[in-house]
């Protein structure tokens, strides 16, 4: 046996049946679709959604909000937890963040916001920082670099 003479099981493949080519196959005429109306004809489904002509759910419920295709979704960290949970002089960065458990996941990134009191001289590796943010950090004697 090589790839030259495969074949399928025996009985596993079956003709299609050929319709519609006349009394004598026994499936001529109508070719089994019965006679006129809708599902005799050629393309004659209505779609996944059709009710029948009543309003479709989909139009009967209200619409609500939009997604924005080009939006980010940022893991947020305010300035007070960075104080409580990391040592003076520190690299806070997203793996230091992921070990502290002050986020769960990274998303598009970490967004450190200016929320809360820092009183640490930390260097913080983060993707954006608020203007608040910024000045706490260089207050307390820290960095803030993009990563």
Known sequence: MDLSNLRPPRGSRHRSRRIGRGEGSG??????????GQRSRSGGTKGPGFEGGQM??????PKRGFRNRFGRNYAEVNV????DSFEDGSTVDVEALLDAGLISKVQDGVSVLGNGEISKALTVRASR???????????????T???
């Open 145 to 147: 670099e993009k990563a």
């Open 56 to 61: 479709p759910l989909a139009r009967r419920l």
């Open 27 to 36: 499936r001529g005429g109508t070719s089994g679709k019965g006679h006129k």
């Open 129 to 143: 920082f608020t203007k608040t943010a910024i000045e706490k950090i260089e207050k307390a004697g820290g960095k």
């Open 80 to 83: 007070g937890r960075l104080n």
